[in-house]
């Protein structure tokens, strides 16, 4: 099966810099997104990494390591409206149009 | 705005009743999607439609009946819910093929009693 284990929460300041782990256990890997979701929101995507190494857009970026089936979402100085849910996906190797998703990392951010 | 709308944005509902939720999208998709979000749970998909054929049914109950009469809308019919049914029923959509890049919309948040 296919699984995404990520940290329920991370707390951060205002300006810092925070970093969010995915691990991910896939029988086939098709490349890792990233999705943002306010409290009563709808999810949005970010960013996505099909490759080895990092994706900069803007305050945020995504790393993906392959070997290690590993990657993170990056957030640099840190803004109050960035407290929101991240989930990151995967597609589901037997189906194309099935994304997976993990249970999501809480961001409070604090002033 | 993701260009995905949904209607109704709450929900309150007896198990007895029939209620349908309604999602559209104006972006131009081929494929939809239904998801349900818990509480302290991943999303979990329910269907799949591309180009209005359905294409994966993620074991989801029989008293939960989607319809994709086009490309831009889908229809969540639901009958005879459980309290455990209680949930963000999301929707979303996006370009055919792999899709890792989804547009969801603001989803219905549902109370059955």
């Known amino acids: 099966g296919q699984s995404l284990e990520q940290p329920s929460e991370v707390t951060a300041v205002e300006g810092a810099i925070v970093q969010i782990n995915c691990t991910y256990q896939t029988s086939g890997f098709y490349g890792l997104s990233w999705y943002q979701q306010h409290d009563g929101g709808a999810p949005t995507f970010l960013s996505y990494?099909?490759?080895?190494g990092l994706e900069e857009t803007g305050r945020f970026s995504s790393f993906l390591s392959r070997s290690d089936s590993y990657g993170y979402l990056l957030l640099q100085e840190l803004q109050m409206k960035d407290s929101a849910s991240y989930f990151c996906?995967?597609?589901?190797?037997?189906?194309?149009?099935?994304?997976?998703f993990g249970t999501g990392t809480l961001l409070a951010v604090q002033p | 705005e993701t260009g995905v709308t949904q209607t109704p944005r709450h929900l309150v509902m007896g198990m007895t009743n029939k209620k349908s939720l309604k999602c559209e999208q104006h972006?131009?998709?081929?494929?939809m999607y239904w998801y349900k979000q818990s509480a302290k749970k991943p999303l979990e998909l329910m269907f799949v439609y591309n180009f209005k054929e359905q294409t994966e049914n993620n074991s989801v109950p029989s008293r939960f009946s989607p319809e994709c009469p086009n490309s831009s809308h889908l229809f969540l019919h639901l009958h005879t819910l459980q309290p455990e049914d209680s949930a963000l029923y999301l929707c979303?959509?996006?370009?055919?093929?792999?899709?890792?890049?989804?547009?969801f919309g603001p989803g219905t948040r549902l109370t059955v009693t």
């Open positions: 979303a959509s996006s370009q055919d093929g792999p899709s890792y890049e989804q547009y």
């Open positions: 990494n099909a490759l080895d």
């Open positions: 972006l131009g998709h081929n494929a």
């Open positions: 996906a995967v597609r589901d190797p037997g189906a194309t149009n099935k994304l997976i």
